[in-house]
Nanobody, 126 residues
Framework: VQLQACGGGLVQPGGSLTLSCEAS????????MGWFRQAPGKEREAVSC????????HYIDSVKGRFTISRDSAKNMVYLRLNSLKPEDTAVYYC????????????????????WGQGTQVTVSS
């Protein structure tokens, strides 16, 4: 199983980016995929997640209305559109997947994700 995240970069405050995560090595009926971020000196935090079956989404409060998660289940791709970026959004962003629903929890807790991709750096600075 591999997850490949890309799309990060340097952007000015107020700018936008789209992150992509391509998953391989498992079927298209995965339970959920999520995006996380980790800023220097801080713990990794969940940003958003999406269910594979029905597209149900979840966002942390600090990104609601600015970030949008979407999926292409057939391609095992998940995207995160980042709008109205702020300097505090600067972090390494990671994607992860939970292949099967083993607990029924929603949103999916960080510790329940099965596989993680490498991160992609997002830097918001003028």
């Amino acid at each position: 199983v591999q997850l490949q995240a890309c799309g990060g970069g340097l952007v000015q405050p107020g700018g936008s980016l789209t992150l992509s995560c391509e998953a391989s090595g498992f079927g298209s009926d995965w339970y959920g995929m999520g995006w996380f971020r980790q800023a220097p000196g801080k713990e990794r935090e969940a940003v958003s997640c999406i269910k594979g079956s029905d597209g149900r989404t979840h966002y942390i409060d600090s990104v609601k209305g600015r970030f949008t998660i979407s999926r292409d289940s057939a391609k095992n791709m998940v995207y995160l559109r980042l709008n109205s970026l702020k300097p505090e959004d600067t972090a390494v962003y990671y994607c992860a997947t939970k292949v099967q629903d083993t607990s029924g929890r929603w949103p999916i807790p960080l510790w329940e994700y099965d596989y993680w991709g490498q991160g992609t750096q997002v830097t918001v600075s003028s």
